[in-house]
């Protein structure tokens, strides 16, 4: 068996629009809509680090400063925190702030796909492994999916994806894989398949926005044909890849909250308050009564 090369290294593509919440994103970013007091892309750039990731590859476009910006220094923030006392803030901070020379940029200069934003990271990436985060998937519980899928990447090695099970009328709702044979922390992936009719999905394991991919990938994504949206489709790229390499699945045991919806951006706001100890007891009160009050004017309508 060959030996399994470290992943070091992680691309999160952040080159999108946003379009499903406008007005909030014509001027910011979707990605530094926050979650409670954290921007999405911090809570994938977390679960990298947990995860062993040493240097992340941010695939951007125009108008995303306000990201580079976050994850840069702030000395006049610092200083003026500081004047203030607010020491907390000020380690919170410096906890978040990447090492010099552990982030980089490129470019994605079209809205060609998912595929073509990871394509676009190949010089970056080299000739080796690498993890992708989707930063609108948000990972809830004991800790990330990307370190359960560094788990089984440690066993298996090739090509791993994280998924998570779904209603089986909801499959054509996702990227549906495949259920081989069983081995630690998950299992053989025997097919891929976008948006399946429910009656033909070979499973209800869906793909939550986790990978670790072999860089094989970038030359098929080099070639490969626009499929569905005129895009350049990763889910194609993998199907192709797995020709000659293995595919292994990951189940997370958390939930990944797509904050890429309205729905899911909410509903991970409340999660996550929730989870908060300093905040979590009053908003589960809130909550609650927001439930009742809503419970109430269903019941009178």
């Not at 796909?113 to 989707?134: Q, S, T, Y």
């Not at 429910?198 to 990938?217: C, K, M, T």
Request: with cysteine.
């Amino acid at each position: 068996m060959d030996r399994i090369k470290t992943v070091r290294k992680a691309v999160i593509p952040v080159a999108g629009n946003g379009t499903r919440f406008l007005p909030a994103t014509k001027a910011m970013p979707k990605e530094m809509l926050t979650v409670v007091d954290r921007p999405v892309v911090q809570y994938a750039v977390d679960e990298a680090r947990e995860a062993g990731i040493e240097h992340i590859v941010f695939v951007t476009s125009r108008n995303k400063q306000a990201i580079e910006d976050h994850f840069d220094a702030a000395p006049e923030l610092i200083t003026s925190l500081s004047r203030s006392g607010k020491d907390a803030q000020i380690t919170e901070l410096e906890k978040m702030l990447p090492a010099a020379g552990s982030v980089s940029f490129t470019r994605q200069q079209a809205p060609l796909g998912l595929g073509h934003a990871v394509w676009c990271a190949r010089d970056l990436i080299g000739d080796e492994p690498f993890a992708l985060l989707l930063p609108d998937m948000i990972s809830y519980g004991a800790r990330g999916c990307m370190a359960g899928l560094m788990d089984l990447y440690g066993d298996v090695g090739g090509n791993v994806v994280g998924v998570e099970q779904c209603a089986p009328e909801e499959a054509s709702k996702y990227g549906i894989v495949g259920m081989g044979q069983s081995v630690r922390h998950g299992f053989a992936v025997t097919g891929m398949v976008e948006k399946p009719r429910a009656d033909e999905a070979p499973s209800n394991f869906y793909l939550n926005g986790r990978y670790i991919l072999q860089p094989e990938i970038f030359d098929i994504l080099a070639h490969q044909p626009r499929g569905a949206g005129n895009e350049i489709q990763l889910t194609d790229g993998m199907l192709k890849l797995s020709d000659d390499q293995q595919f292994h699945a990951h189940p997370y045991e958390g939930r990944t909250f797509d904050c890429g919806s309205k729905q899911g951006f909410i509903e991970a706001n409340v999660a996550f308050a929730l989870s908060r100890d300093d905040i979590g007891g009053l908003v589960f009160e809130s909550v609650r009564e927001m439930v009742r009050s809503h419970e109430g004017r269903i019941r009178l309508a």
